[in-house]
């Protein structure tokens, strides 16, 4: 009998929906009076900051006091904290691009062989070129970092990021076709370049190596056995290429891709930054947000009226992770959810936004880790 209920179990775990980790991030902080969360379960209570969150309160983690000592340390207010999910200090040597591998890229590098992609990346901002106080914005606009010294590549564009998810059909031949003429190429290359080129060439082989890995992987993706993805093909038109006129719908559009790309199995681990830090982001589509830039909002010295607009950009932000919880909440697989089989964790780089401060930060988790965690709680690491 023993022995059967075992198998039973294995057989179970088998078939059971893999595991999924994402990660939604905004910038600048919170507007500490309205950070707050008190009780548990359904009689739990928001503050202000959070109350998009109220219909998800079962399924939440609040996280008080979490931080790493790095970034509490860093000189750099901003860009010196952009190491959220490495710990890894910034490098603050104009000179030296270094952030640390991020838990995401952690994460993917030990299950990413399972999926045709092993993390999603994606953001709203688009990559800034320019420095900010002697420091690269190249922080700022990363949140997910593979080797210390080379962020992801995010991608912005909702068109882009749904044809690498979806594809059309052609795009595997096509990989595969460049790939063979550029190894025969190389083959007569390499006897003719200097020692320094050498470096170039094998950097180089390294992200067509990286290629035909996806294309392997795609191939033969592994799946729990007996396990089927619930959606086979996508159930989202595919956008519009070129980058969507107004912020919510370029938001919403990303946040959908996250669950499509989660459903359809073609990837376990996604981040997506909604702003870069120092963000010029105007929320002038917020109903009382007047043409301030949010950086502005955050920086307000504590004037009633510029706080209040601060608190909108805030819940804006949080709606933006309830949307995303609700969407995977309502997908089931089998008896259970999408959302019951992730890991969704929604955080900043700073906690006070006016002030700087990164001793604590803000941090919310939902879903249930396929059972390992427990919805409705508060964790509290201040003392």
Known sequence: ??????????????????????????SNGVEPAHWWAKGSGASMELGPGLLPMLPHREDMVFVRGLFNHTAKVSTSPHLGRMNLLSGAPISLDPNVIRAGTTMDQVVANAIGDKTAIPSLVLGVGP????????????????LSWVPPSKPATKEIYPSRAFDRLVGDGTGRALDRSILDAVRSESASLKPRVSR???????????????IEKRIERAASEERPFGWRPALAEPDLPRPKDGMPQDVPAHMKLMLDLVVLAFQMDKTRVATLMLNNDLSQMNFKFLEGVQGALHLDLTHNGHAPDKEAMYLKTNQFHIAQFAYLTQRMKDIKEGE???????????????????????????????????????????????N
């Open 1 to 26: 009998g023993t022995a059967a209920s075992a198998a039973a179990e294995t057989g179970k775990a088998a078939s059971a929906p893999p595991l999924r980790m994402g990660i939604v991030f905004f």
């Open 127 to 142: 990559n800034e070129l320019r420095l900010e106080g002697g420091l690269s914005m190249i922080y700022g606009a990363s």
């Open 196 to 210: 320094d080129d050498h470096h170039k060439l094998s950097e180089y082989f390294e992200g067509i190596r990286d």
């Open 336 to 382: 259970t959810s999408l959302l019951d089989n992730s890991i969704l964790m929604c955080a900043s780089s700073l906690f006070d936004g006016d002030a700087h401060t990164a001793n604590h930060l803000p941090i919310l988790l939902t879903g249930k880790g396929g059972g390992t965690l427990t919805g409705g709680r508060i964790l509290d690491y201040m």
